[in-house]
């Protein structure tokens, strides 16, 4: 659409315009001024945080808090742990997720509607939170970095909008033609689907290792070890129990100036444990709306 | 949601029988044995485990050995003291972050789509985005300091208005907290699915509506809005759906000795029976409750749906 001269443009338009930008810009101080604050917090006085006075600015610059984080060996193993999650349990939810949704964008596989309904009905039944401890108990799972990486590899909203994707942009055409100078199915997936679906790939990894990176249940229910503790409930025991400093155990109640500190280094954790995926999801952004959200509408 | 089972497309060509098939495409089928094979034991596994709800479970004998005692555990939930708590607080916190919460991502997404400027656009998605990558851990330890009493900089300003509440003890302040928090987190990111919705509104309905001489405010009402309907009604399918299932960590997270009477949810309680205190019974048979009362809320949403306006899931 053309943009229209300011002059052309009726009151009504002109209004519209000036109450859009208002609106916009209190929706954008909403949600920006709290991540805001927690930068500015963690690294001013806490004397001047906790007593109001540090709005726009930092005063009293000082990186206590982000010391603290770093001396600190539960974060260090959390952080360890969480990476080796991550990593391996994406690799495995990747190589179960995307051949499947390939296989069931194909219409000339036969079967593929029933093996269809019988991934999405998992979306709306499940048989509840005991019955899966028990079976992961007797799979051996609990208690092992496993249950972190391998069940529930398929998420089957990921799947949905795979395949969608594929059956949108793979042209059939194209697997006949390879088809008929001898290309097998795999090959075709590895050498042709693969390097043109850049999009739904990227987007995919990063659903599945933000669920990785912040999972907090998984460990709640299935670890009782702590050299097995993910990020999150280590984050947990700091953040939410207060049990900020790792040698005093005080816990729970800290004196008033001691909690000024103990909420510095809280603003610094909770900076470093969420930019690695706030800082990796601004270049995958491109791709949320185009074909791969739409997918999922329609899918 | 609608292709899948929806579709009713009947293919000219005559189709093989499924066994040549099979053999035909057999490395199809590999590909997808290890989706098959992880559903089938993670989520289908369970489900076996779910006649524990009508057993007692008896750790020597495993899951099926123990004696079969019917409904005897649903109607010790019913009969509890906590029962109706329970259900109010769930549905509580489920309708209010519905009714609250639905509308914020459809305005979010017409405002949005009015800008112009790509590079405007791009960096306000990028901001509205954010929150929702944050982890729920962070996101209760965010609000603990933000608006812990005395200390906290949200407090802080209520102070300034004359208001002093301690919004985390007071119980009237934990489901306002929750809900508004949720928006706060999840409105950018929900408001995804409608603004591609809108992406692909048909142009020649925006140059009708200018030759009609309708203003961009019109043109939303009569245009984009309808244009979202759709959409906006499977979102809501899916999230009554969801009605029983109000997300376990927050809640889980955000519950502390003085809110825990309004705190207190199904799948809360079904935790702290099931792994806490080991009634592995009790809290199956809740936990079946309460996904038969999810089911069976989809099933009649969707079918009222497929009625009144002609969109369903299935």
């Keep these: 659409m053309n943009e229209k001269g300011w002059r052309q443009k009726s009151v009504g338009d002109r209004t519209f315009d000036i109450a859009l930008r208002i609106l916009l810009a209190i929706f954008v101080i909403i949600v920006v001024y709290p991540l805001y604050f927690v930068v500015l917090a963690s690294v001013s006085d806490p004397l001047l945080v906790s007593k109001g006075q540090v709005l726009l600015w930092p005063k009293e610059m000082s990186l206590f808090g982000f010391q603290k984080v770093f001396e600190d060996t539960r974060i260090w193993i959390g952080l360890r742990n969480t990476v080796i999650y991550t990593v391996l349990g994406t690799i495995i939810n990747m190589a179960a997720t995307l051949p499947a949704a390939y296989a069931l964008s194909r219409k000339d596989m036969r079967g593929r509607k029933t093996v269809m309904m019988f991934f999405v009905f998992t979306m709306f039944f499940n048989g509840g939170l005991v019955p899966t401890y028990l079976l992961m108990q007797k799979l051996h799972l609990v208690n092992t970095i496993w249950v972190f990486i391998l069940p529930f590899a398929v998420n089957v909203y990921n799947l949905i909008i795979a395949r969608t994707f594929f059956e949108n942009s793979i042209p059939t055409e194209l697997y006949e033609s390879a088809a008929l100078d001898g290309c097998s199915d795999f090959k075709f997936f590895v050498s042709m689907v693969m390097p043109l679906s850049k999009a739904v790939v990227s987007v995919i990894m990063l659903y599945y290792m933000v669920a990785h990176w912040n999972d907090f249940f998984t460990g709640l229910i299935y670890i009782r070890d702590q050299k097995l503790n993910p990020l999150q409930l280590v984050l947990r025991e700091i953040l939410i129990a207060n049990n900020v400093f790792a040698a005093g155990g005080t816990g729970g109640s800290l004196s008033s100036y001691d909690q000024m500190y103990a909420d510095t280094v809280k603003y610094a954790i909770i900076i470093i444990s969420s930019l690695p995926m706030l800082i990796i999801y601004p270049f995958i952004q491109k791709y949320f709306e185009k074909g791969v959200m739409i997918g999922a509408i329609k899918g | ?314």
């Excluded at chain 2, 199956?284 to 306006?309: E, H």
Aim: include cysteine.
């Design chain 2, 1 to 314: 949601m609608k292709t899948f089972s929806g579709q009713k497309q009947i293919s000219v060509r005559k189709q093989e029988p499924l066994f040549r098939n099979i053999r035909k495409r057999y490395q199809l089928w590999l590909m997808l044995l290890p989706a098959i094979l992880s559903i089938a034991v993670f989520n289908y596994g369970p489900m076996y485990g779910i006649q524990l709800a009508f057993r007692e479970f008896d750790f020597t004998k495993g899951l099926t050995g123990g004696e079969f005692v019917g409904l005897k555990y649903f109607l010790k939930f019913f009969r509890s003291f906590q029962f109706t708590d329970m259900i109010r607080n769930t549905f509580t916190i489920s309708f209010a972050t519905l009714i609250l919460g639905f509308p914020v991502p459809v305005i979010l997404a017409l405002m949005m789509n009015q800008i112009r400027r790509t590079k405007v656009k791009k960096t306000l998605q990028t901001v509205f985005y954010a929150p929702h990558f944050i982890s729920m851990v962070v996101m209760v330890g965010l609000l603990n300091v933000l608006l812990a009493p005395n200390t906290g900089i949200v407090s802080s300003m209520l102070g300034l208005f004359g208001i002093n509440i301690n919004l985390l003890g007071d119980r009237n302040a934990f489901v306002p907290v929750y809900v508004l928090s949720d928006i706060w987190q999840h409105a950018g990111w929900n408001s995804i699915i409608y603004l591609a919705a809108l992406s692909s509104v048909d142009t020649q309905l925006y140059d009708a509506a200018r030759v009609d001489g309708a203003g961009r405010w019109q043109t939303i009402c009569h245009v984009d809005i309808p244009c979202l309907t759709p959409t906006m009604i499977i979102m809501l399918i899916l999230s009554m759906g969801n009605i029983l299932s109000v997300g376990f960590e927050k809640i889980f997270l955000m519950q502390n000795s003085t809110n825990l009477t309004v705190a207190e949810v199904i799948s809360t309680y079904v935790y702290k029976i099931g792994i806490r205190s080991n009634q592995y019974s009790y809290s199956a048979a809740i936990g079946l409750f309460n996904t038969v009362v999810n089911f069976v809320m989809l099933i009649t949403v969707n079918r009222i749906s497929k009625k009144v306006s002609d969109t369903g899931l299935f």
